[in-house]
């Protein structure tokens, strides 16, 4: 703001994530919103910014705008000051990496050779030139040269589903067509509900698909672009939903076509929808808005059991049972369960570094979805009227597949592979089983490496499906430019979670330093040591504490005194003190 030229000096250099307090990191960030917009950079501009995304009160107002523009006499140094910024970054990034691999060299579990791998592929990415800010590109393994793909391969392949992108585009344009696109592959895989099957040397496969999209609230659309595909859904095939919150006793009783106790009660239509859900009672399509509340729930005794039921839902089991003194005996047949979730980074960091999440397989069965741009362009929606044009095809997958009729579950229809399309699913699926693991890969994401080949194969029926209810006739054939557009979705799947696991890492490593920071600010008056941060943090382990600290005491925040405490004197030890004059 005391010369606004200078943003443009430094905002192909400098990110808003760099800046180690945050309220720097929202004014930086606010600076580049006005920008961007065209509008003036000054205070009153900037205040308004902050005040629209709720951050003025917590940048501390007016007041901490104005110390900051006194406290920088001049903007002839800015670049020198977005290199200090961005050093610091870059140090705090090594802290963390050596604070990394001390826990990989102690933990004897992992053979030393793949922890070296581990580090020296972040130390090789930290080392690559940067690409430009907006775009975030993790370290991922290119394919090997034995699997033959060329975009061009995928042309003719899934019209509906590039119909329905540039529908939603048109509705939601800010939303990453990552997302739209994976919204409409879980229509149609809801459609199918279990009634198309591919059957392969290892297992029958079912295309049902798991989603979940990462991404800051509000900026990317996520509700709008979700209640496209929900909306759809409702107008097409409502009964094959189910309710949004339910429990597992719930879930198990709509699934196992269990009579509502209200049944009677209800209005003509709705017990209509029933019977018709009844039909398909073992077939779900799921869409969660607040995905990371589920995730919460999940452990709590009310809810034992869940995630385990839906991970048998998901292989699609031929049948699940269940014995409760309240309900008796429920049984699932024919499972199938097409899920859709939408969360933020920060409640999902949580649970994406959760290692059981990733050792159960939990984790590895879903496409986690985040976009691969920091912040989108602006743009303005263009469209406003139902996607009645889309809905028809849609229809017509469902109604041209096996009838299903209670208490028979669906018949499942068989697909078959057109020419050259095994050998291509093949080399792809020995490359992601086996050649790309390696020590250099993160082991939470060999389970998904593991699982990409299968959801390849089910992407690829559900392309052949919606082509087939177009009017192609004949029975359902995967060729080879199904599978060959397959093979891209999914590949842009394996990058997203590399994205994901990222993001969710610098996610928790937040929280860490933010906890530190509130425990520095209430404990001992002398100053708090390791071992009082350790004491009142258990759940953390104290590698994490001890690297953390050095790296507040690095970016400034913290400060570090040696004191000896008590009467009796002895060593000194290493106290923690938020930072200030004096110190």
Not at 50 to 59: F, I, K, N, R, Y
Not at 315 to 320: A, G, H, K, N
Not at 510 to 526: F, K, W
Request: proline residues 6%.
């Amino acid at each position: 703001m005391i010369d606004p030229s200078a943003l443009e000096r430094v905002r192909q250099q400098l990110r808003s994530d760099e800046f180690y307090i945050q309220k720097n990191a929202w004014i930086y960030g606010a600076c580049l919103e006005l920008e961007q917009q065209g509008d003036p950079l000054d205070t009153v501009m900037l205040l308004d910014v902050l005040e629209g995304h709720g951050q003025l009160a917590d940048v501390g107002g007016v007041a901490y705008i104005t110390r900051l523009m006194n406290a920088v006499p001049s903007a002839l140094n800015v670049e020198a000051y977005a290199r200090i910024v961005r050093d610091n970054a870059q140090r705090r990034r090594l802290l963390a990496l050596a604070s990394s691999a001390a826990q990989l060299a102690y933990n004897e579990d992992k053979h030393i050779s793949e922890a070296i791998g581990n580090v020296r592929a972040e130390l090789v990415r930290m080392a690559t030139p940067e690409t430009p800010a907006d775009i975030l590109i993790p370290a991922v393994q290119p394919l090997p040269a034995t699997v033959a793909l060329d975009e061009k391969m995928a042309q003719g392949a899934g019209t509906w589903l590039d119909d329905y992108i540039e529908y939603a585009e048109r509705v939601a344009p800010m939303t990453p067509r990552l997302f739209h696109e994976s919204a409409g592959l879980w229509l149609a895989s809801l459609a199918i509900a279990r009634r198309l099957v591919l059957p392969l040397a290892f297992d029958d496969i079912y295309p049902n698909l798991w989603v979940i999209w990462v991404a800051p609230t509000t900026i990317w659309s996520k509700t709008t672009a979700m209640n496209i595909a929900r909306k759809m859904a409702r107008r097409t095939m409502r009964f094959l939903l189910a309710p949004e919150e339910l429990t597992p006793e719930a879930m198990l009783a709509d699934m196992s076509g269990t009579e509502p106790n209200n049944l009677l009660q209800m209005p003509l239509q709705d017990q209509q929808n029933w019977q018709l859900r009844r039909n398909h009672a073992g077939q779900r399509g799921w869409t969660l808005d607040e995905f990371s509340g589920m995730l919460a729930g999940a452990g709590r005794d009310y809810n034992a059991g869940l995630l385990e039921s839906l991970l048998l839902f998901y292989d699609c089991t031929d049948e699940y049972t269940r014995l409760t003194n309240n309900r008796g005996m429920q049984a699932v047949h024919s499972a199938y369960l097409t899920m859709l979730g939408a969360s933020t980074p920060a409640a999902m960091a949580q649970h994406l570094t959760a290692d059981r999440l990733w050792g159960i397989g939990w984790w590895p069965r879903f496409a986690v979805l985040t976009p691969a741009q920091a912040r989108p362009d602006w743009r303005e929606p263009q469209e406003r009227v139902p996607a009645t044009h889309l809905d028809a095809p849609l229809r017509a997958l469902y109604e041209n597949l096996p009838e299903a009729k209670w208490p028979d579950p669906p018949t499942a229809q068989t697909v078959i592979l057109g020419d050259y399309v095994f050998d291509l699913w093949n080399s792809y699926n020995r490359a992601l089983r086996y050649e790309l693991l390696n020590e250099s890969l993160d082991t939470r994401l060999w389970g998904t490496y593991g699982r990409l080949p299968v959801s390849a194969i089910k992407v690829a029926v559900i392309l052949a499906a919606m082509d087939w209810a177009q009017g192609n006739g004949g029975g359902i054939k995967i060729e080879l430019p199904h599978l060959a557009r397959a093979v891209l979705i999914a590949e842009r799947w394996r990058i997203s979670a590399h994205r994901a696991i990222l993001s969710a890492n610098e996610q928790a490593a937040d929280r860490v330093a933010t906890r530190i920071m509130y425990q520095v600010s209430r404990l001992s008056p002398e100053g708090p040591s390791v071992r009082d941060l350790c004491k009142s943090m258990k759940d953390v382990k104290p590698f994490r504490i001890k690297s953390t600290l050095d790296e507040l005491v690095l970016a400034g925040e913290l400060s570090l005194v040696e004191r000896i405490i008590g009467p009796r004197g002895g060593r000194p030890t290493d106290r923690y003190f938020l930072y200030k004059e004096g110190y």
